[in-house]
């Protein structure tokens, strides 16, 4: 098997289900355990993501307070993966931002990727890619320049005991970053790191 976002052969095998891919440091999915489309889409209707629900919003602010900080309704944004509960863009919404809803399952409105956005949201979501590198070539080019992409998802460190980590054991979480997986993805398509935290995750197109 190959790394489905650098293309490297994978060898260093991390446990029984998961490879490490020793150039860009992401830890991989063996295909054989992927999910099937239905299977995948049942998990996430399980998934309790009420917009209203408090924790759910501060959990999600990182994304949400950048993006007032940085920009206003004029801006075009897109919350791409949105799920069944957009708390990001329903946020946003009523403070009259202008972002669209797009994810595969939920909101498959195909048109939104014909556009071109200021910034584009993904909270929880680049774990789930199965095909991370055309996923993430497809939402650079859906930047206009100098937008950002801003992302949420865990990072895998050292500190970690990924044996018993609820990010390994979720059976949606097909692909995994560390920091360097970021700075790989930055460096192969020419963006700037704004932010990478543990959690949060900003890339400008230059």
Request: hydrophobic letters at 30%; charged letters at 25%; aromatic letters at 14%.
């Amino acid at each position: 098997m190959n790394c489905t976002l650098c293309d490297s052969k994978l060898t260093n095998k991390k446990d029984e289900y998961y490879y490490e891919c020793d150039t860009c440091k992401a830890i991989v999915k063996n295909k054989i355990y992927y999910l099937s489309a239905d299977k995948e889409k049942t998990r996430y209707e399980s998934h309790n993501n009420n917009v209203d629900d408090i924790g759910y919003q501060n959990f999600t602010s990182p994304i949400t307070n950048y993006v007032i900080q940085e920009f206003t309704s004029k801006h075009k944004g897109l919350d791409f993966g949105c799920g069944t509960g957009p708390v990001i863009s329903s946020m946003l919404q009523k403070q009259s931002y202008n972002i669209t809803q797009y994810d595969p399952f939920f909101v498959p409105n195909e048109d939104v990727l014909k556009s071109t956005y200021d910034y584009i949201v993904s909270c929880e979501v680049f774990e789930h890619f199965y095909n991370p590198k055309e996923e993430i070539i497809r939402l650079i080019s859906l930047l206009k320049n100098n937008g950002v992409l801003l992302v949420m998802t865990m990072l895998y460190n050292e500190q970690i005991d990924f044996n018993s980590w609820f990010y390994r054991k979720d059976p949606t979480h097909v692909f995994i970053y560390r920091k360097e997986t970021f700075e790989y993805i930055a460096q192969k398509h020419k963006l700037e790191i704004v932010s990478l935290t543990n959690r949060f995750i900003a890339l400008r197109k230059s």
